[in-house]
């Protein structure tokens, strides 16, 4: 069963313009959302990240929108470059247990 | 933070043969994560490895197919054994820090089994 559900698959946008990938879990144990961005040839880096009793976070171009109600968190990347060109992965963990990741999306930022 | 090297970064190798990815972290750490990593799908955890007890294995994975060393609090190796073209994965390592939230990784290796 997958704990996160993780949607795009792959995503085309054009520079400048603004990246959503949406993900959304079941265990309202988890406690912890971070988001991780993967270029090729590479493991995954933490990007961001949120715990439920925030909405929002935002670090520079990088934002996380959490909805603890609908048990749903979006990752929006403003400006979008194509150095943002990466795989994305959601994630959820509950403190001291192993993380759960979506299946990810691909992000491809067209010059 | 923790910078993670693990090598090799690729391989190609035959139907039943084994190989072992080695994982090096430049700081002592509890424990340490082995994932699989399959195109277009999710990372997958296959086991946690803590320093001086047998890896913790998760559901589909045993021990005998993908055996775990723990020497120390900075190593740990992996080995891919008796290995089919389905093996064929990118397998990470990755160390939590952080107050036990964030997630490190290595840079992946590369599997191809022909």
């Known amino acids: 069963q997958q704990q996160v559900k993780q949607s795009p698959q792959s995503l085309i946008v054009q520079k400048g313009g603004i990246s959503i990938i949406n993900c959304a879990y079941e265990?309202?144990?988890?406690?912890?959302f971070p988001w991780y961005q993967q270029f090729p040839g590479k493991g995954p880096a933490l990007l961001i990240a949120?715990?439920?009793?925030?909405s929002e976070k935002k670090e520079g171009r990088f934002t996380i929108s959490f909805n603890k109600s609908a048990k749903q968190f979006s990752l929006h990347i403003m400006d979008s470059q194509p150095g943002d060109s990466a795989t994305y992965f959601c994630?959820?963990?509950?403190?001291?247990?192993?993380?759960?990741f979506g299946t990810g999306t691909s992000l491809t930022v067209i010059p | 933070s923790a910078v993670i090297s693990q090598k090799p970064s690729r391989d190609i190798c035959q139907r039943g043969t084994s190989l072992t990815i080695q994982c090096q972290v430049d700081s002592q750490v509890t424990m340490m994560f082995w994932y699989r990593q399959q195109p277009g799908q999710s990372l997958t955890l296959i086991a946690t490895a803590n320093q001086g007890s047998e890896a913790t294995y998760e559901s589909g994975f045993v021990i005998d197919k993908f055996p775990i060393s723990r020497p120390n609090l900075t190593f740990s190796t992996l080995t891919v054994s008796n290995m089919s073209p389905e093996d064929s994965s990118i397998y990470l390592c990755?160390?939590?820090?952080?107050?036990?939230?964030?997630?490190?990784f290595g840079q992946g290796t590369r599997l191809t089994v022909v």
């Open positions: 994630a959820a963990l509950y403190t001291g247990n192993q993380f759960y």
């Open positions: 949120i715990r439920p009793d925030v």
């Open positions: 990755s160390v939590k820090t952080g107050g036990n939230t964030e997630a490190f």
């Open positions: 265990n309202t144990a988890f406690d912890y």
